[in-house]
């Protein structure tokens, strides 16, 4: 996931307990709202299915019990996998609104002690701005089935530089009361002594980091310092009941990376001899032997690292010994370290990860001699050929191939980058998993490795939906009933809702920001996105309901990227005419499916464009509270008289299929710097002018589908705050009466991106998540 992969502002308090429900399959239980009743409507909601799609920087095995391991997302959230489906379930879909930036997890726990208890250290950014509320700690007794939420008095970084070290939070693998907690922002070294009901900072502890990426950038994204990264136990030094007397604290600051306490963490002194220039990423402490691992790099990552060292301490002795693969003084270390795992069962046994390397690809490295000697998961042959330990099976997830046919030495798809959680099952020597920026790799045959057989990865991320969602369609007719816009991962033609699909080519885009398609030729869809895999073009065209696409032949001169938002790109009625709203350049029509361009007139650039579902001749366009009206096709536009509609925050509109001149709008935001008004207005009129519906306190974004039955007005969906409730919503009443469709089990965080009804399936709804994928739900 890339560090824009927010979008814009979100806001709902957490419910404060978690589904206990299937990951894909989560019954809700809603409530109505109409002149004070209430009445209940069950929904059952699943993802439309992607399969992972975004960074997962921590995978944790439980140490004590066989087959329960944890992920964790820097966006999406946490799971536990299902070891009976082989699917991870999520655990974390209960948070809400208010709380959406608890969903970027830093640091999973799972207790070896009491199998049952799982903590999260969770917290997206560090960034006021970025994301109000503070950071906790989630703490579950029932394996995060239900959770308690501890307040911290700082902000973590589940999205920030730095995500994939640690992990961050230990439970005392002796004392299971005891949890450390490494902080960065300066904040220091943090414990629990009541299994995470409260913290207090280790005022002992003598470091508080001081690595910054970029020190002139002190309230940016990578102005904060990186701080404590992790703490490891000797548990050899403690027994059932009492603290672990000795362990190991690594730290941001490239003079004084690793500290020692004997005595339960009442004094501490750095470790003599220790290495210094790097970042230590991942420390692994070997029970039987008494050696300590460390991997380095040179950077915090998880994008970036050119130099970095293995190494080994004897903790006996307090001897190092540097093991790198490649170490840092050869010129053929280009990369840092990072990702690094022992094998519980033969301890000699170890594989770590390249942190990143882009070209041609990251390397997995494994010894069985405990770091004397390595061998690659793949090699460089002389005719720029490879030579590869593995195969690859990625039909549970075929768009990791982004579409790409790279020459050699780079392949596809690639073993993976941001590499940063690889993970030996502690209990099965030929079972690992490890993370990408995209996905989790496995193979259960690890061991043949070893005898120079093939170890046969594949696609392990069955049920864990990270992607940010940019934008959901659903055409009245077609093969698919679902196109998705996605960031990082392009989008896709959803003919499947339960399986995978490929990702849209031709061109290929790393996100796609908007869509639409023309309400009364359904079969022409457009699409707007940032290129890449070798591509240029921003926009694309098909007129086969998207089984095919073409880019276009020009662009607006000065384009620099898509659109701001999913109303960036809009298509006539009958598909003839397109109106564009792109970065970098002024808002343009084109009368021959982007082969020319032409700038529109009246309106200002960045305006977000709507077209009407009925008149091919009408298009709608909003900026800055001032709605705009266009009846000559796009070509020219003119602000109509409406007043009071929101002049900031996150705006969205949308003309309802079927009725012209139909147009319903939400948006604002509570913020004091920006005051504006928030809710919900339709107008009936073209955007003449706008009635505010007084039930919705807080409106963000609107979606039509099939009308109920008997009902000629089609089902309206929103997330939205109704009658001071936060949730998603149906009304088959054109706003009159409001049904909540989920309940506080089921809230996923930030919902006010993008959200539609299907337009065939009377109740069904799609809506965008940021970080969980896309949601789609029926009526039970």
């Known amino acids: 996931m890339s560090p824009d992969s927010h979008l814009s502002r979100r806001g709902l308090l957490a419910a404060g307990a978690a589904a206990a429900a299937l990951p894909v399959l989560a019954p809700s239980t809603a409530s109505a ?88 250290a969770a917290g997206t950014y560090t960034m006021p701005e970025w994301d109000p509320s503070m950071a906790a700690i989630l703490r579950s007794t029932d394996r995060g089935r239900t959770w308690k939420s501890t307040a911290l008095p700082f902000r973590l970084g589940g999205n920030m530089p730095g995500r994939g070290i640690g992990e961050r939070l230990v439970i005392d693998p002796n004392r299971n009361g005891i949890l450390y ?25 003598p470091n508080p980091g001081n690595f910054v990426i970029d020190p002139t950038d002190p309230d940016g994204y990578n102005g904060d310092n990186l701080g404590v990264l992790q703490v490891v136990f000797d548990k050899r030094t403690g027994r059932a009941g009492r603290a672990t007397r000795t362990l190991y604290v690594t730290v941001a600051d490239k003079d004084n990376i690793l500290y020692r306490s004997t005595d339960a963490g009442v004094t501490w002194e750095r470790v003599p001899g220790q290495p210094t220039g790097f970042i230590p990423h991942h420390a692994v402490f070997d029970h039987a032997g008494g050696y300590l691992y460390l991997a380095t790099s040179n950077t915090a990552g998880p994008y970036d690292g050119s130099k970095g060292d293995v190494w080994k301490l004897d903790t006996a002795t307090d001897t190092w010994t540097r093991i790198s693969p490649v170490p840092s003084t050869s010129d053929d270390n280009k990369y840092g370290y990072s990702g690094l795992t022992i094998d519980r069962q033969n301890p000699d046994t170890l594989m770590v990860s390249t942190q990143i390397n882009w070209y041609p690809d990251c390397l997995l490295f494994r010894s069985t001699d405990g770091g004397a000697s390595w061998t690659r998961a793949w090699e460089l042959g002389t005719d720029s050929g490879r030579t590869l330990r593995y195969d690859m099976d990625i039909s549970a997830a075929p768009w990791l191939t982004w579409n790409a046919s790279p020459s050699l030495p780079e392949m596809t798809p ?91 080519d031709s061109p290929t885009f790393g996100a796609t920001p908007a869509m639409d398609y023309a309400e009364l030729a359904p079969h022409t869809i457009v699409r707007v996105g940032n290129p890449t895999s070798g591509w240029t073009q921003h926009f694309a065209i098909s007129t086969d309901s998207g089984a095919t696409w073409t880019p276009s032949g020009s662009e607006p001169p000065g384009v620099t990227g898509a659109g701001v938002d999913d109303q960036a790109v809009a298509v006539s009625a009958d598909g003839r005419r397109i109106v564009w709203s792109p970065a970098g350049a002024p808002v343009s029509w084109s009368d021959d499916h982007g082969a020319t361009w032409t700038a529109s007139k009246g309106l200002p650039a960045g305006a977000a464009v709507r077209s009407d579902r009925v008149n091919p001749a009408k298009f709608y366009a909003c900026d800055s509270g001032v709605f705009y009206l266009s009846t000559d096709g796009g070509k020219s536009f003119t602000a109509t008289a409406a007043t009071g509609l929101p002049t900031a925050g996150n705006v969205r509109f949308k003309p309802v299929p079927g009725h012209e001149g139909d147009i319903w709008l939400a948006g604002g935001t509570t ?88 337009p065939r399936v009377h109740g069904r709804v799609y809506f965008g998540t940021n970080g969980r994928g896309i949601i789609y739900g029926d009526p039970r």
Request: with cysteine.
């Open 671 to 758: 913020k004091p710097a920006t005051p504006t008004p928030y809710g919900m207005w339709r107008s009936t009129d073209s955007g003449t002018s706008f009635t505010r519906f007084t039930a919705v306190d807080q409106g963000d974004v609107v979606g039509f589908g099939k009308a109920a039955p008997g009902a000629k007005y089609p089902a309206v969906y929103t997330s939205s705050k109704i009658h001071g409730v936060r949730g998603i919503f149906r009304s088959d009443d054109a706003g009159r009466t409001w049904t909540r469709i989920n309940d506080d089990r089921h809230q996923y965080a930030w919902t006010g991106n993008t959200i539609t009804g299907d």
């Open 33 to 120: 709202h109409a002149n004070g009743k209430t009445r209940r409507t069950p929904y059952t909601f699943r993802n439309a299915e992607i399969v992972g799609g975004g960074f997962v920087h921590g995978i944790v095995f439980n140490q004590r019990e066989p087959g329960l391991v944890y992920a964790r997302t820097d966006i999406g959230g946490a799971y536990r996998l299902d070891t009976a489906t082989k699917r991870w379930i999520p655990l974390t879909d209960w948070i809400g609104w208010d709380e959406y930036g608890h969903t970027g997890i830093i640091s999973v726990a799972t207790d070896e002690v009491d199998p049952d208890r799982v903590y999260l």
């Open 414 to 504: 690639k073993l993976g980058w941001m590499m940063e959680s690889v993970q030996i099952d502690p209990f099965d020597s030929g079972h690992f998993m490890y993370g990408t920026g995209a996905t989790i790799y496995g193979a259960d045959n690890l061991t043949d490795w070893d005898s120079g057989g093939t170890v046969h990865l594949s696609v392990r991320a069955q049920g864990l939906e990270e992607c940010s969602i940019g934008c959901v369609i659903s055409p009245p007719a077609g093969a698919a009933h679902l196109f998705s816009g996605v960031g990082d991962v392009g989008g896709f033609r959803h003919t499947d809702l339960h399986k995978a699909p490929k990702m849209y």
């Open 181 to 205: 907690l490494g902080v960065r922002g300066g904040h220091g070294l943090w414990r629990s002594t009541d299994h995470g009901r409260t913290f207090a900072k280790v005022t002992s502890f």
